[in-house]
Nanobody
């Protein structure tokens, strides 16, 4: 089972930016699509952005144009660059490896209005 460790969350004002990181324990990117999910209080976990093994990306409509998912093979790290953050982006963000459905522990993002 691959280990995933997220970091980079925090408190930011609306309109601000954050970059989330997900460090993987092995060379998971060559064998697995990856994704960022989030879960807000009282809501179901939702897919935010995904990236295939070949680098194709997809986004939920609410973040398209504001968030960018990308990966660095050398560092075995997945990123989520978030810009123009809104209060409705407040949630715990999780990294996921599709191949074995591994999850990180999550990182809290709070956007104040």
């Amino acid at each position: 089972q691959v280990q995933l460790v997220e970091s980079g969350g925090g408190l930011v004002q609306a309109g601000g930016s954050l970059r989330l990181s997900c460090a993987a324990s092995g060379s998971i990117f060559r064998v697995s699509a990856m994704a960022w999910y989030r879960q807000a209080p009282g809501k179901q976990r939702e897919l935010v952005a995904g990236i295939s093994r070949g680098g194709l990306t997809n986004y939920v409509d609410s973040v398209r144009g504001r968030f960018t998912i990308y990966k660095e093979y050398v560092k075995n790290t997945l990123y989520l660059q978030m810009r123009n953050l809104k209060p409705e982006d407040t949630a715990v963000y999780y990294c996921n490896a599709e191949v074995n459905n591994s999850w990180g522990q999550g990182t809290q993002v709070t956007v104040s209005s």
